[in-house]
């Protein structure tokens, strides 16, 4: 080879590796601290409390009695969820007279799944499209608002649902007696998942959910399905914690130790987006002692808004006053 061949080769050798910058190295990202934090959802379970784990705070709360209807604020969102922190239901009475009194005495009654599958709740699909538009299929739907935290009926209201139209929904109510009906709309806030509503002062707009990238995790009484032992589903309120459905998973873990796992542990195990992935079942009452015990063996590998990993276990239900229904967490970012 001559010169001439030589030194082309060696341009062109010089110049295909000055095209491939080499890989920046990043250091290993290190664990952060072990914290502690107690929910304060009070003896009587009325606080509803956001909880973010990368900054470690209670970052909103409000009273569960607050709403009784969540409106989906997702862009293809159509959802219309109950309040079943008060053990809200719903019922269908297809199309009859609005704004008359109402007969539910054959009426079948439905709760919204605790997982949030949206084929699983208790309004449902409440449309057709129509070019473009979720037109209304004029149904009554009877609208039980549950009970407070003393346990007090809140009482029942008929609703339409009329459209869902350039993202605001439009609808109706008035009381199970009838009379004046009231109209409403709610257009969407894409900074959250659900705007919230309630029956109250002849209707208004609760806006009780902080932005869906600033919290992880509700701490929240809600309506779930348990099982006789012989298999048959009922309704039960119970207190726990559901996930943000905004890109947090889940994944229990009893396996590992909470002082040992660690990111290489957790890195390919099966996440759950079920709002109750981590539920309420981290908790059961003595009956002979009269009060609740944690699990604490039980881990909870959390992926959260960000995408870290944390680890998480339920140490206490109890405050420094021995009072229920303060959960006290332990969990670190991994």
Known sequence: MNRTGLFLIMLITTLLTSCFKEDDKVPPRQPGDVMTDTIGMDQTY??????DLGTGTSVQ?????????????SPDGWRIILNTSDFATVADLGVLPFGQAQDTAHAIWKFDKSDGNPDSL?????????????????????VNRGMDENGDN?????????????????FRFTNMSGGAVNK?????????????????????????????????????QYTTLLYTDIGEAYPYLVTGVLINPNKVKVCPDSLHSFETVTLDNVIDLHYSSNLDAIGYDWKSYDFNAGSYTVNSKLL??????????FKLRFISFYNESGQKGYPVIEFQRL
């Open 154 to 170: 809140l009482g029942l209201m008929q609703v339409i649902f009329d459209s869902l139209s350039q993202g605001t929904y439009y």
């Open 300 to 309: 909870y590998i959390i992926r959260d808004t960000e995408g870290y990993y």
């Open 122 to 142: 208790g309004i449902g699909r409440w449309f057709t499209v129509n070019n473009g538009d979720t037109l209304s299929n004029h149904h009554v739907y009877v």
């Open 46 to 51: 009325k606080n509803q409390v956001y909880f």
């Open 61 to 73: 709360s409000n009273l569960k009695t607050s709403s009784d209807l969540g409106f989906d604020c």
């Open 184 to 220: 409403f709309s709610v257009k969407k806030d894409p900074s959250v998942n659900f705007l919230f509503f309630t029956f109250k002062f002849g209707g208004a707009l609760k806006p009780l959910e902080p932005p869906k990238t600033d919290y992880d995790l509700l701490f929240t």
